[in-house]
């Protein structure tokens, strides 16, 4: 297994579907603030659903369409980062993030991103990478901001969730882009 270590006490790992009890309990901490924008983790509920979340991000890194990276502060696992929609044919990718409220103001996803983005740029050849996320969700939306991801666009009322149709932003940074952005990201 392999790890970055993102801060002092802060890393990134794989996250695997044997992690499911880990996972069920990081979940639960921040169910209400991860679940105001985005389902996710909304399904795992007890410890054989949560395994099956992991499980099917673990599917889509064998078929090589995403990636699931949890993130620990002092051991225990606060949030994460995942690529989806990887297209390698048409070198189009998307990134995700979500953390517990403890875990924010850090810096975690940030940092978090930065060897995603280089893997998904350096590693797999992507020629774009992109950021969507509901517009009430300014967390994400400045992190998009502080990678030098640009925005495209909205798609208003798009996303209905927990009874609210949410606007979605469309943000992308390509390939191109990356070095300066990240440059400028690094020298902060």
């Given at each position: 297994?392999?790890?970055?270590?993102?801060?002092?006490?802060?890393?990134?790992?794989?996250?695997e579907?044997?992690?499911?009890?880990?996972f069920?309990?990081?979940?639960e901490?921040?169910?209400?603030?991860?679940?105001?924008?985005?389902?996710?983790?909304?399904?795992?509920?007890?410890?054989?659903?949560a395994?099956?979340?992991?499980?099917?991000?673990?599917?889509?890194?064998?078929?090589?369409?995403?990636a699931?990276?949890?993130?620990?502060?002092?051991?225990?696992?606060v949030?994460g980062?995942?690529?989806?929609?990887?297209?390698?044919?048409?070198?189009?990718a998307?990134?995700?993030?979500w953390?517990?409220?403890?875990?924010?103001g850090?810096?975690?996803v940030?940092r978090?991103m930065?060897p995603?983005?280089?893997?998904l740029?350096?590693?797999?050849?992507?020629?774009?990478?992109?950021?969507?996320?509901?517009?009430?969700?300014?967390?994400?939306?400045?992190v998009?901001?502080?990678?030098?991801?640009?925005?495209?666009?909205?798609?208003?009322?798009?996303?209905?969730?927990?009874?609210?149709?949410?606007?979605?932003?469309?943000?992308?940074?390509?390939?191109?882009?990356?070095?300066?952005?990240?440059?400028?990201?690094?020298?902060?």
């Amino acid at each position: 297994m392999y790890e970055i270590a993102l801060d002092e006490t802060a890393r990134l790992r794989p996250l695997e579907p044997w992690r499911a009890e880990e996972f069920l309990a990081h979940i639960e901490r921040g169910r209400e603030f991860i679940g105001q924008f985005i389902p996710f983790g909304s399904t795992a509920t007890d410890v054989d659903s949560a395994r099956a979340a992991l499980q099917r991000y673990a599917d889509m890194r064998a078929a090589d369409t995403g990636a699931l990276h949890g993130i620990w502060v002092d051991d225990t696992l606060v949030g994460g980062v995942l690529t989806l929609n990887v297209d390698a044919e048409r070198g189009n990718a998307e990134v995700g993030c979500w953390l517990e409220p403890s875990a924010t103001g850090r810096g975690l996803v940030t940092r978090a991103m930065l060897p995603m983005i280089d893997w998904l740029f350096d590693g797999r050849g992507m020629h774009r990478v992109e950021w969507i996320a509901a517009s009430g969700n300014v967390p994400s939306l400045n992190v998009a901001r502080r990678l030098g991801f640009t925005r495209e666009g909205v798609r208003r009322e798009a996303a209905p969730w927990r009874g609210v149709r949410h606007d979605l932003e469309f943000w992308s940074l390509l390939a191109r882009e990356w070095p300066s952005a990240r440059a400028a990201l690094l020298a902060r």
